[in-house]
Each structure stands twice: as C-alpha cells, then as structure tokens.
C-alpha cells in the first residue's frame, strides 16, 4: 500500500503543464506571437461553425420546399 501511494502521488506532483505562451519561449518567440495563433484558431472555429450553420439552414429550406411540392 506504502509503495502504491508513492507511485501516486509522484505522478500526480508531476502532471502541471505550462500555459501555451510558454511554448512559444521554448521555440525562441515572445509571447504575442503564440497568442495570435490562438486568436486565429479561435477565428477558424468560429468560421467554420457558422458555415455549418449557414449549410444546415440551406438543407432544412430545401426540405421544407420539398415538403410543399409533395403535398
């Protein structure tokens, strides 16, 4: 049991991780430059979100139209 709990918590003492801008100091770059590659993978979702949206209108207009030639 003694040696189960010292696995443990040497793995658990372990796990912090730095925050993204520290990633970009390891590769010899400031700060601003990792944050504006959040920003624009921020923006990429966001575009591709309402683009989804955008087609799923479009589907449910032509189902709906679809729907009124039937009847």
Do not use: N
Not at 7 to 26: E, Q, R, Y
Not at 29 to 49: E, F, Q, S, T, V
Request: charged letters at 25%; a negative charge; hydrophobic letters at 50%.
């Amino acid at each position: 049991m003694r040696g189960f709990l010292t696995i443990l918590l040497i793995c658990t003492g372990s796990s912090a991780m730095a925050h993204p801008g520290h990633w970009a100091d390891v590769a010899g770059h400031d700060h601003w430059i990792a944050g504006a590659a959040i920003g624009l993978a921020g923006l990429a979702a966001i575009w591709g979100a309402l683009k989804g949206k955008k087609e799923k209108e479009a589907a449910a207009e032509a189902e709906e139209e679809l729907e009124e030639e039937t009847a």
